[in-house]
């Protein structure tokens, strides 16, 4: 079972990531919201948490080993919840996931079945199907900082700034306020200190 590929980000196309590694390289699937992470990221070294699945007919013998990519192990673990529903599976929660985790996530606790309808292939029996069964385990994943921004490379510097914030004493919400609007300023950020020292320059106006 192969949960995490490391390699040089080749190519990226509307469905997938194409990683080298050494004289090997391997197609990696990825939702839309990954996709948009990676946009900045081409000829660098990347790494990605993997779902490891088969695809294909088991009846006529054939299938297919496949991987789908992540960012972090947040991400896969909604996703996997996600597919773990009646009638989504793999490649239908591959298809649909085109908005970030968080925005999904909120909509599900909400039992928001008209912002659910918008995703592709999923419509109000789906959604509802969804809501049903995820409700009450997607707090967590609507507290996520959208990283959704090309500026910061795909990095977890935002998630680990947000967790730093809430260690140092600060709520959720008033860590996810801080760090968004840090991202904001469109500034890129290295290291969670260079995140926390334009919160810290906020926070005093600079």
């Known amino acids: 079972m192969i949960t995490r590929i490391t390699g040089k980000l080749v190519h990226l196309s509307e469905t997938s990531a194409t990683l080298e590694i050494g004289p090997m390289t391997y197609e990696v699937f990825i939702p839309e919201f990954v996709r948009r992470q990676m ?53 239908k929660a591959l298809r649909a996931m085109v ?3 968080r925005e999904v996530a909120t909509a599900i606790e909400e039992q928001d079945i008209k912002q659910l309808s918008t995703l ?13 069964k995820l409700r009450r385990k997607m ?34 919400a008033e860590a ?18 260079d995140l926390l020292m334009a919160v810290y320059n906020n926070e005093r106006g600079g």
């Open 99 to 101: 908005r970030p985790v």
């Open 139 to 172: 707090a967590k994943f609507a507290l996520m900082v959208d990283r959704d921004l090309p500026e910061l490379s795909g990095s977890d510097v935002l998630n680990d700034g947000y967790e730093a914030l809430q260690a140092l004493g600060h709520s959720a």
């Open 39 to 91: 946009q900045s990221m081409a000829d660098t070294d990347v790494t990605l948490k993997t779902i490891h699945y088969l695809d294909g007919n088991p009846q006529q013998g054939r299938l297919y080993p496949r991987l789908v990519g992540f960012m972090n192990d947040a991400e896969r673990e909604f996703f996997e919840l996600v597919c773990s529903v009646d009638g989504v599976g793999m490649k």
């Open 176 to 193: 996810r306020e801080k760090i968004e609007a840090a991202a904001n300023t469109k500034k890129k950020f290295k290291t969670v200190e």
């Open 120 to 132: 592709p292939g999923i419509g109000p029996a789906v959604g509802e199907r969804i809501i049903a």
